[in-house]
Nanobody
Framework: QVQLVDTGGGLVQAGDSLRLSCAASGRTFSDFRMAWFRQAPGREREFVAAISYSYGSTYYADSVQGRFTISRDNAKNTVYLQMNSLKPEDTAVYYC????????????????WGQGTQVTVSS
């Protein structure tokens, strides 16, 4: 019943910035949590960042701490991932995801997913 549409990917050079957006529609919950994952070729899906929709608490993978910022806009029912100082290692398909209840970094715990948006960072 929850639909996520993630957009904003593209081809950039190392050091550039991108902002990904994830628009949610349908049924949401007061304890909803939104997250970003990424998956590069030959790698497992990796947790990037998460946010509590009610409290705004944020969580980041060590690899993006200090460079990426997750935020939400309740009026637009949208979550963002601001990515600064991008590195070639950030190249991946980025997926927006959502779940209710406790925070988790495990993709299998998330019930709803966007279609993914490609981020490519050239050196």
């Amino acid at each position: 019943q929850v639909q996520l549409v993630d957009t904003g990917g593209g081809l950039v050079q190392a050091g550039d910035s991108l902002r990904l957006s994830c628009a949610a529609s349908g049924r949401t919950f007061s304890d909803f949590r939104m997250a970003w994952f990424r998956q590069a070729p030959g790698r497992e899906r990796e947790f990037v960042a998460a946010i509590s929709y009610s409290y705004g608490s944020t969580y980041y993978a060590d690899s993006v701490q200090g460079r990426f910022t997750i935020s939400r806009d309740n009026a637009k029912n949208t979550v963002y991932l601001q990515m600064n100082s991008l590195k070639p290692e950030d190249t991946a398909v980025y997926y927006c995801a959502a779940k209710s209840g406790l925070h988790s970094t495990a993709p299998e715990r998330y019930n709803y997913w966007g279609q993914g948006t490609q981020v490519t960072v050239s050196s």
